[in-house]
T-cell receptor, first 115, second 111 residues
Framework: EAGVAQSPRYKIIEKRQSVAFWCNPI?????LYWYQQILGQGPKLLIQ????????DSQLPKDRFSAERLKGVDSTLKIQPAKLEDSAVYLC?????????????FGPGTRLTVL | QKEVEQNSGPLSVPEGAIASLNCTYS??????FFWYRQYSGKSPELIMF????GDKEDGRFTAQLNKASQYVSLLIRDSQPSDSATYLC???????????FGQGTTLQVKP
């Protein structure tokens, strides 16, 4: 079974530029998550999708971050404009469903550096 | 108070010893608890989860949960140098699916 796919793996941009990340979850996984992991910290949830609907985006900085999962499969996360403090690894995860003890599996992540 | 707290370490143990990693959480409504391992430069990898009080064993790993004390731990028996990594505790509050992570504990296993 293929794992969670993410691209690009690395991205370097200047502040105020825009950037987009792509994620393809494990086949059949209805729930998709985007996390931000700053160096030395644990991942922080940005947004959670159940199929193509948003379940939780309470910690998404909506003035600059947006995410979509139009067909309920792959997803994109966008930052516009980027700030220095957005430098982090952006992790995508998926699970069969939300709730319960359904395990989340992570993709390799995208390391973003904002200069 | 942080929602999920872990000692950042590093925790250093000799090869073959038992490593004990601890985690406390603040939300009494939390339903399930996860341990992830993260090697430097890699993404988190699920080790095991637990949702009932008591112990759950999987190979060299044992997760322990005490909901009354809001405490969850991970024991690694016969620690190997390859176990050297950051261990992340994650809590699923209120059966929502989202995970709240601690900052992780760095484990060093010395040959």
């Amino acid at each position: 079974e293929a794992g969670v796919a993410q691209s690009p793996r690395y991205k370097i941009i200047e502040k105020r530029q825009s950037v987009a990340f792509w994620c393809n979850p494990i086949s059949g996984h209805a729930t998709l998550y985007w996390y931000q992991q700053i160096l030395g910290q644990g991942p922080k949830l940005l947004i959670q999708f159940q199929n193509n609907g948003v379940v939780d985006d309470s910690q998404l900085p909506k003035d600059r971050f947006s995410a979509e999962r139009l067909k309920g499969v792959d997803s994109t996360l966008k930052i516009q404009p980027a700030k220095l403090e957005d430098s982090a690894v952006y992790l995508c995860a998926s699970s069969k469903t939300s709730g319960g003890a359904y395990e989340q599996f992570f993709g390799p992540g995208t390391r973003l550096t904002v200069l | 108070q942080k929602e999920v707290e872990q000692n950042s370490g590093p925790l250093s143990v000799p090869e073959g010893a038992i490593a004990s990693l601890n985690c406390t959480y603040s939300d009494r409504g939390s339903q399930s608890f996860f341990w992830y391992r993260q090697y430097s430069g890699k993404s988190p990898e699920l080790i095991m989860f637990i949702y009932s009080n008591g112990d759950k064993e999987d190979g060299r790993f044992t997760a322990q949960l005490n909901k009354a004390s809001q405490y969850v731990s991970l024991l690694i028996r016969d620690s190997q140098p390859s176990d050297s990594a950051t261990y992340l505790c994650a809590v699923n509050p209120g059966n929502t699916g989202k995970l709240i992570f601690g900052q992780g504990t760095t484990l060093q296993v010395k040959p």
